[in-house]
């Protein structure tokens, strides 16, 4: 690694924790797929866990870091604590906590606090005026894939609390865009769930198909089925529920004394049935996982309907 960038990291590290800290060695570990990722020791035998990857994605790493900060801000959950973020040597780069990591743990624990993270609502925010903010909503598929990409990281955050005349509403959302994987997540505060789904989810996704040359019956098909979302919420409404976002099998692990941790988030506040749902993805979690969930924050009937469109 780039001893220059090294040393900024380094310093970067002294700010965030305000203490001497001196590095002994860099180790690479694998798992990931998108970032390049090490743990780094101290002198002193601190450990941090460092993210890295090309500077243009520094905005990854910073919705990355805001997510990590919503949810341990719970006290639900645990999750790596982020230290530090920036750009150096033409990298971008994230510091988080170094947890000790095991696959296997307190799944019924894991249950629980899942449930207890999902019973976090969403702030009270302003009513949106005018135009949405996000310009991705646009019914334009000629637009460029890096269009796509400026437009959902340039944007201004919104606070993620805020008064205001003219009332206040809980929103999906959430304070500014993020990204699932490296693909970009818009999250402009909406206060109806269909909606929400239907432009910054599905619909935004089907548009980046078109941009990427996924029409015909893709297409037609996703045009049919934003069509008929509502059908899926007849007997069902949604409350805003702080999500993991991206909670497939890989993205949680347990401490050594069986303590359930979460990582790599794509945050936001939706429909809870979202993250359950992807948790049965690529093999599923526990058995006693999803009883603990179940016991603690009980799923609607239609919850086998929705886990399919979800995922």
Same mark, same amino acid.
């Given at each position: 690694?780039?001893?220059?960038?090294?040393?900024?990291?380094?310093?970067?590290?002294?700010?965030?924790?305000?203490?001497?800290?001196?590095?002994?060695?860099?180790?690479?570990? $694998?798992? $990931?797929?998108?970032?390049?990722?090490?743990?780094?020791?101290?002198?002193?035998?601190?450990?941090?866990?460092?993210?890295?990857?090309?500077?243009?994605?520094?905005?990854?790493?910073?919705?990355?870091?805001?997510?990590?900060?919503?949810?341990?801000?719970?006290?639900?959950?645990?999750?790596?604590?982020?230290?530090?973020?920036?750009?150096?040597?033409?990298?971008?780069?994230?510091?988080?906590?170094?947890?000790?990591?095991?696959?296997?743990?307190?799944?019924?624990?894991? $249950?629980?606090?899942?449930?207890?993270?999902?019973?976090?609502?969403?702030?009270?925010?302003?009513?949106?005026?005018?135009?949405?903010?996000?310009?991705?909503?646009?019914?334009?598929?000629?637009?460029?894939?890096?269009?796509?990409?400026?437009?959902?990281?340039?944007?201004?955050?919104?606070?993620?609390?805020?008064?205001?005349?003219?009332?206040?509403?809980?929103?999906?959302?959430?304070?500014?865009?993020?990204?699932?994987?490296?693909?970009?997540?818009?999250?402009?505060?909406?206060?109806?769930?269909?909606?929400?789904?239907?432009?910054?989810?599905?619909?935004?996704?089907?548009?980046?198909?078109?941009?990427?040359?996924?029409?015909?019956?893709?297409?037609?098909? $996703?045009?049919?089925?934003?069509?008929?979302?509502?059908?899926?919420?007849?007997?069902?409404?949604?409350?805003?529920?702080?999500?993991?976002?991206?909670?497939?099998?890989?993205?949680?692990?347990?401490?050594?004394?069986?303590?359930?941790?979460?990582?790599?988030?794509?945050?936001?506040?939706?429909?809870?049935?979202?993250?359950?749902?992807?948790?049965?993805?690529?093999?599923?979690?526990?058995?006693?996982?999803?009883?603990?969930?179940?016991?603690?924050?009980?799923?609607?009937?239609?919850?086998?309907?929705?886990?399919?469109?979800?995922?």
């Amino acid at each position: 690694m780039n001893p220059k960038l090294l040393a900024d990291i380094s310093a970067a590290i002294r700010d965030a924790t305000q203490r001497t800290f001196t590095l002994r060695n860099s180790t690479s570990v $694998g798992g $990931g797929s998108i970032n390049d990722a090490f743990r780094l020791e101290g002198t002193d035998g601190l450990r941090f866990f460092l993210k890295l990857n090309d500077a243009q994605h520094l905005p990854m790493f910073v919705a990355e870091a805001q997510g990590l900060d919503a949810i341990a801000s719970t006290n639900t959950i645990r999750v790596p604590r982020p230290l530090a973020h920036g750009s150096a040597c033409g990298q971008s780069y994230l510091v988080l906590e170094h947890l000790e990591l095991n696959s296997r743990g307190n799944a019924k624990l894991l $249950g629980e606090q899942l449930a207890a993270l999902h019973r976090c609502t969403s702030p009270f925010l302003p009513p949106v005026r005018g135009k949405a903010r996000m310009g991705v909503e646009a019914e334009d598929n000629k637009v460029s894939t890096p269009t796509l990409l400026r437009q959902a990281q340039d944007r201004p955050s919104l606070p993620l609390a805020g008064g205001g005349s003219g009332g206040t509403s809980s929103c999906f959302g959430f304070a500014q865009d993020n990204f699932i994987g490296t693909t970009p997540q818009p999250n402009t505060w909406t206060d109806d769930w269909v909606t929400f789904w239907r432009e910054r989810r599905l619909g935004f996704q089907l548009r980046l198909a078109a941009v990427n040359g996924y029409g015909g019956q893709l297409q037609s098909m $996703g045009e049919k089925l934003m069509d008929t979302l509502p059908a899926f919420f007849k007997d069902y409404t949604p409350q805003p529920a702080l999500l993991h976002g991206d909670l497939w099998s890989g993205n949680h692990a347990f401490l050594a004394d069986g303590t359930p941790a979460i990582f790599d988030p794509a945050t936001y506040y939706g429909d809870r049935e979202c993250d359950l749902a992807m948790t049965e993805l690529f093999g599923g979690y526990p058995a006693d996982f999803y009883a603990a969930y179940r016991a603690a924050y009980p799923l609607d009937a239609g919850y086998a309907t929705r886990r399919d469109l979800y995922n």
